[in-house]
Nanobody, 121 residues
Framework: QVQLVESGGGSVQAGGSLRLSCAAS????????MGWYRQAPGKQRELVAV???????NYADSVKGRFTISRDNAKNTVNLRMNTLKPEDTAVYYC???????????????WGQGTQVTVSS
């Protein structure tokens, strides 16, 4: 069984910073990519940032230049540093991993439980 556990998040004023962390654990054969998505009330879940095992990154246009994703392959962790936060960044942030478990030779998409980020103006 594979689990993603998130930490970080919370409430901050506009212009502030927060850091999210996510650790993958369990029966993991390999991790191709890890990333962060977010879902605001009444909106669809959207990609925030993703990083591959090789270090390639992709960001949503709305967060480019403000957010930085990083990954520790040895520890199966991914972090999201969020700077210059805006009220529109308020959402539940979910960690995602594209992971092949040891039990099967198929890549699956795993999700964390979500962590709330609230930015006040």
């Amino acid at each position: 069984q594979v689990q993603l556990v998130e930490s970080g998040g919370g409430s901050v004023q506009a212009g502030g910073s927060l850091r999210l962390s996510c650790a993958a654990s369990g029966s993991i054969r390999s991790i191709r990519a890890m990333g962060w998505y977010r879902q605001a009330p009444g909106k669809q879940r959207e990609l925030v940032a993703v990083i591959t095992s090789g270090g390639s990154t992709n960001y949503a246009d709305s967060v480019k230049g403000r957010f930085t994703i990083s990954r520790d392959n040895a520890k199966n962790t991914v972090n999201l540093r969020m700077n210059t936060l805006k009220p529109e960044d308020t959402a539940v942030y979910y960690c995602n991993g594209q992971i092949t478990p040891t039990t099967i030779f198929t890549e699956l998409s795993y999700w964390g439980q979500g962590t709330q980020v609230t930015v006040s103006s």
